[in-house]
């Protein structure tokens, strides 16, 4: 999986540890979802496409995995 979080979330200002606050996570998850390292629920994809402005499909790319 690939993600657009960084890009998003820097675009819009804003600190992982705002950001992980604000979807109601660690710091840390946040960082594991912008390497890829990290899976995220369907709620906490909504919450963050919601939070930086942009649709779920353009946040993460899961084309790459079987």
């Known amino acids: ?3 657009k979080i960084k890009e998003y979330r820097k675009k819009k200002g804003v600190k992982q ?3 992980a606050e604000a979807v109601g996570v660690r710091r840390e998850t946040i960082g594991n979802l912008e390497r890829g390292k990290y899976n995220p629920s369907l ?3 909504w919450n963050l496409s919601r939070i930086l402005g942009a649709r779920i499909e ?3 790319d899961f084309s790459d995995e079987a």
């Open 1 to 3: 999986m690939t993600t």
């Open 17 to 19: 540890a705002e950001l």
């Open 43 to 45: 709620r906490l994809a």
């Open 58 to 60: 353009e946040l993460f």
